[in-house]
């Protein structure tokens, strides 16, 4: 699809509510996973992972299922983003929406009149 979204912004841990609010709406099936997964951790098999869901599809049966607590949320409050759409020339097609006051502090991104869009060179 040769398409990609840049973000640019400041990065701040979600209050635990927020990340509680935001667990909570996820499918159970994400949930449980959550719960059992070491990230990025190794593990000996997809058996082994697959035995560990299953494990604690059973022991939460019934049961809403709580938000471990190394699973949160990061909150980027956005002062840039640039969408490039590939093309074969390489000729590609850039936009950038940046604050229109030049600054790199956050703003909504429904306020239009916070953002200008700039055309960029490939």
């Given at each position: 699809m040769e398409r990609q979204?840049?973000?640019?912004?400041?990065a701040e841990v979600a209050a635990p509510e927020d990340s509680d609010a935001y667990f909570a709406v996820r499918p159970r099936g994400s949930q449980i996973g959550a719960t059992v997964s070491k990230q990025s951790q190794p593990v000996t098999s997809r058996e082994q992972m697959q035995a560990e869901y299953?494990?604690?599809?059973?022991?939460l049966e019934g049961q809403d299922?709580?938000?471990?607590d190394h699973w949160g949320g990061f909150r980027?409050?956005?002062f840039e983003?640039?969408?490039?759409?590939?093309?074969?020339?390489?000729?590609?097609d850039r936009?950038?929406?940046r604050r229109?006051?030049?600054s790199h502090e956050a703003a909504d991104l429904?306020?239009?009149s916070a953002w200008e869009v700039v055309r960029l060179y490939p």
């Open positions: 979204v840049r973000i640019r912004g400041l299953d494990a604690a599809t059973a022991e299922v709580p938000r471990p980027v409050r956005v983003i640039e969408f490039w759409q590939g093309q074969q020339n390489r000729f590609h936009w950038v929406f229109a006051d030049g429904d306020d239009s």
